[in-house]
């Protein structure tokens, strides 16, 4: 089999390799049959441990897809096969910039940077390469970043060991500077600085511009200003200069004091004179450097303007009480922050979109909550730049000054439609209301979203607040109505107004995927409603105040393969009723490979709880299919996991509720190729069973609803 090593160039290819040999004891292939590592340094080319292939590319390559051993190839373009493989991934810019070097140095090719970042060079753009092998959605690939490499490689070596089910066995990492040492021309500086500082401002601009949104989406975000202080010297700038205040003005001090929004100049004055009675506070003075950057921006001085902008969002952020924004993080609200951290819990979402950021305190809470990429737009210049400097400690989050909807149009594109994203709209603000087309966006795009609505009206509890802007611009059921009849659902808070803290504001929960929705119907503090608002449906009871029994123990059970991992009677694993957090059976690596418990004879069962491997590689049962027999040769399929990640141990196993069925044999089956390893399987039956549930169907399979089903009523 082949596993595929790829990167764009100078990203870190190389030292992957020698994290393979070193410490796995794995040598690798090039697809180019590199000379450099073969007849090079004889030290390096023990590190690196290339094997060169006989005869051309396309008889190699058919050799080692054949061969059931394992095949690390080396790769620069791009993906030729859904094989597995390991991509690995720099800072684009930082990236381009190690390229022209080594192309000058060691391949005697010269070539501008500005070329480099527009794709002239022969491995074409970074963020086309990022984008053919999709690292972030595609099936079976390990992303590996350059940045860890460098901070802790034997961490990274773990990580490769895991996904390519192979042992450490050392951890006799070369230093770079041994590396460097050594080959001095190929291994340069080593650096993992991802805000690339001194690069010419037209190649930053091209590559932000051309490959902005896929480096956003990888976490790496345009870095805030270094320079606060030159910043804050031009803030004083533009107030001394301008003769509007008597004393000099320190923009860096500390500041403090209230808007009085009638004192706010509305337009930016032709005369200084007429700046004096405006400016008599550090806020008022910068809501004029404010109205100052958008008149400049009308002008087509884009620069000036942001100087001017970034002068306000200094003043602004040194206000500690205007910082707080609405009382702190999701309206100060600490049953909604609770919700919110069991939905990621629950969910485990592969990213978050925000609309709305306005002064970044919820996102900035969020990113302390969550590991994985954030994305968020803020229409306002003056609320971007405060956002981008408070959030600037948070890799992993990205602020876009935009409209939402134009964001959404952008960002869309580049996230996953089979897997989780969770998205917290709060982008409505006076006249305009672009939640209805946020919405439409969202669902359109994928069936796998999970919106969350703030300022939304609860329709039982009017205690909760919520916004109104005139004549249908209500946010309530009313607005969603083109909902109706389509797969999507909706949720609101079960906590009682009176029970909640900070700004009691209202919220909903939108989903569509029947996965999604069996997931939200378990967490505690949702409840779900019809489009009507008039009835909800309480979360399954068919577990409450019973003691379920596990009417798989004792049974016998099978599966299609076994590994060099497997133990004795290896199926039997799966039902011994041990949790432990590893695996219980392994099959080998194959297509669709199955495990199956045969219960005797057909059983009634209400729930199958499945607990997923999680000391390593639990990825792979994402793809999970749940299957129920009575004779073993027709099967009905009630579960589809849908690419969706699951827990086990940790308190967040696949629970697939299917109240009343009746079958002999319970089959799990991935519908990709690969291992397949859980640690437990459970077929629960309960003593007593909700009335409700018993009479409703069995099963959440996506077959049931696709994305053209919704598609209609959101047109």
């Excluded at 404010?290 to 400049?296: D, F, R």
């Excluded at 206000?319 to 919700?339: M, Y």
């Excluded at 439609?417 to 969202?442: F, G, K």
């Excluded at 629970?655 to 640690?679: E, I, M, N």
Aim: net charge negative; hydrophobic share 40%; charged share 20%.
């Amino acid at each position: 089999m082949i596993v595929w090593l790829a990167s764009w160039p100078r990203s870190g290819n190389t030292f992957v390799r020698i994290l393979l040999k070193t410490c796995l004891g794995l040598e690798t292939y090039s697809i180019y049959n590199d000379p450099y590592f073969a007849e090079g340094d004889e030290q390096v080319k023990g590190w690196v441990g290339q094997i060169q292939y006989d005869g051309d590319q396309e008889e190699f390559l058919a050799r080692c897809r054949t061969d059931p051993g394992l095949h690390i190839i080396k790769t620069h373009s791009a993906p030729i096969d859904s094989s597995p493989a390991i991509y690995v991934v720099r800072h684009g810019l930082a990236a381009s910039v190690s390229y022209q070097r080594y192309a000058h140095s060691v391949e005697d090719f010269r070539v501008s940077l500005l070329d480099i970042v527009n794709g002239r060079g022969w491995a074409g753009a970074w963020g086309d390469h990022v984008r053919a092998w999709d690292p972030l959605n595609r099936p079976n690939t390990l992303l590996v970043r350059y940045e860890a490499l460098v901070a802790d490689p034997h961490a990274e070596a773990l990580r490769l060991g895991e996904f390519l089910d192979r042992p450490v066995t050392r951890h006799d990492i070369p230093s770079f500077a041994t590396l460097q040492a050594t080959d001095p021309y190929f291994f340069r500086s080593g650096s993992a600085n991802v805000d690339v500082p001194g690069i010419p401002k037209a190649v930053s601009d091209a590559f932000w511009q051309h490959d902005g949104v896929v480096a956003a989406a990888l976490g790496y975000v345009l870095p805030a200003d270094e320079a606060a202080k030159l910043v804050a010297s031009d803030a004083a700038s533009l107030l001394n200069d301008s003769g509007s205040c008597n004393e000099k003005v320190d923009v860096s001090a500390p500041v403090s004091g209230e808007t009085n929004s009638e004192d706010v100049t509305q337009e930016l004055p032709m005369a200084q004179e007429s700046l004096m009675p405006a400016i008599r506070s550090a806020d008022q003075a910068a809501n004029m450097l404010e109205q100052i950057g958008k008149s400049l921006l009308q002008l087509g001085s884009i620069d000036a303007a942001q100087h001017a902008f970034e002068a306000a969002a200094e003043i602004d952020l040194a206000d500690r009480e205007l910082q707080k924004s609405f009382g702190g993080p999701l309206n100060g609200q600490a049953g909604r922050q609770k919700l919110f951290l069991d939905m990621l819990r629950a969910l485990a979402p592969v990213a978050i979109i925000e609309t709305g950021t306005f002064r970044g305190t919820s996102t900035d809470w969020m990113a302390s909550a969550f590991a994985g990429p954030i994305m968020t737009c803020e229409i306002e210049p003056r609320l971007a730049t405060q956002a981008r400097r408070k959030l600037a400690k948070h890799r992993h989050v990205t602020v876009f000054n935009d409209d939402s909807r134009a964001f959404l149009t952008a960002v869309l594109p580049t996230l996953p439609t089979n897997r989780p994203v969770l998205y917290y709209l709060d982008a409505h603000w006076q006249d305009d209301l672009p939640l209805v087309e946020e919405v439409r966006s969202i669902l359109g795009y994928s069936l796998y979203s999970i919106i969350m609505i703030d300022d939304f009206r609860v329709p039982w509890d009017d205690g909760y607040g919520f916004d109104y802007y005139g004549p249908d611009k209500m946010l309530d059921l009313s607005l969603l109505s083109f909902l109706a009849g389509s797969p999507a659902r909706i949720f609101f808070p079960t906590l009682p107004s009176d029970q909640e803290t900070g700004g009691k504001r209202g919220a909903c929960v939108i989903a569509a995927a029947p996965p999604v929705l069996d997931v939200l119907r378990r967490v505690p503090g949702l409840r779900e409603s019809d489009w009507t608002g008039e009835r909800y449906r309480e979360a399954p009871s068919a577990t409450a105040g019973t003691t379920p029994a596990n009417i798989a123990l004792g049974c016998r059970a099978s599966q299609s393969s076994t590994s060099i991992w497997s133990r004795p009677d290896d199926a039997q694993g799966g039902i011994n009723g041990v949790i432990n957090g590893s695996f219980g059976f392994h099959t080998d690596f194959e297509p669709c490979p199955w495990w199956m418990v045969d219960l005797g004879a057909a059983a009634q069962f209400d729930e199958i709880v499945i607990y997923n491997r999680m000391d390593s590689c639990r990825e792979r049962a994402n793809t999970l299919w749940v299957l129920i027999s009575s004779d073993g040769e027709s099967w009905k399929r009630i579960h589809m996991q849908g690419n969706a990640p699951f827990g086990g141990i940790d308190g967040n196993p696949l629970r697939v509720h299917c109240p009343g069925s009746r079958a002999r044999y319970v089959k799990l089956q991935l519908d990709s190729t690969d291992y397949l390893h859980l640690d437990q399987v459970q077929v629960l039956r309960y003593a007593a069973a909700d009335a409700e549930h018993d009479q409703a169907p069995a099963g959440n399979a996506l077959t049931e609803t696709s994305r053209d089903d919704l598609q209609p009523s959101l047109a």
